[in-house]
């Protein structure tokens, strides 16, 4: 069964050689999200996944700003946990906790607000990349208020 979910899933997939600069594979995932049974194989994959990687000890499921907002509540959801939405740094006002990441053409910086995270629980990206492949951890506080 899983390889026939896997099939259809990658079938869905679309990839686009150099872009957003060359040497970079834009991977777009709207197929998968227009086509219900590709959608749900891909959350059963990534569920059983994690099962069988983290087995009970995932607390959480971190959706990063974007793709994750569309799998991580879903995927959570499937694994019975809660989904802890990570936005870029500086969409959200209050206190927040940030973490940089290097990715294939650039950096990128992640933020969420500090009551979301502690040190001892443990968050799985919904949608890891080769670019972003785990939730942030705590590089930086930004205790002001950050309302506009």
């Avoid at 390889?3 to 998968?32: A, H, K, N, W, Y």
């Avoid at 969409?91 to 906790?97: E, I, M, S, W």
């Amino acid at each position: 069964m899983a390889d026939s979910e896997l099939q259809l899933v990658e079938q869905r997939i679309r990839s686009f050689p150099d872009f957003p600069t060359p040497g970079v594979v834009f991977r777009d995932i709207s197929p998968v999200l227009k086509d219900p049974a590709s959608f749900r194989a891909a959350i059963g994959l990534l569920a059983r996944h994690l099962k069988a990687t983290h087995g009970g000890r995932i607390d959480y499921i971190a959706g990063l700003d974007s793709r994750g907002f569309l799998f991580g509540p879903s995927l959570a959801q499937e694994l019975g946990l809660g989904c802890v939405l990570i936005r870029k740094r500086g969409k959200l006002p209050g206190p927040t906790l940030w973490a940089s990441y290097s990715l294939e053409y650039g950096k990128l910086c992640f933020s969420h607000t500090e009551p979301n995270y502690t040190q001892r629980e443990n968050a799985v990206n919904s949608f890891p990349t080769r670019a972003v492949s785990c939730p942030p951890v705590p590089q930086g506080r930004e205790p002001q208020d950050n309302t506009r």
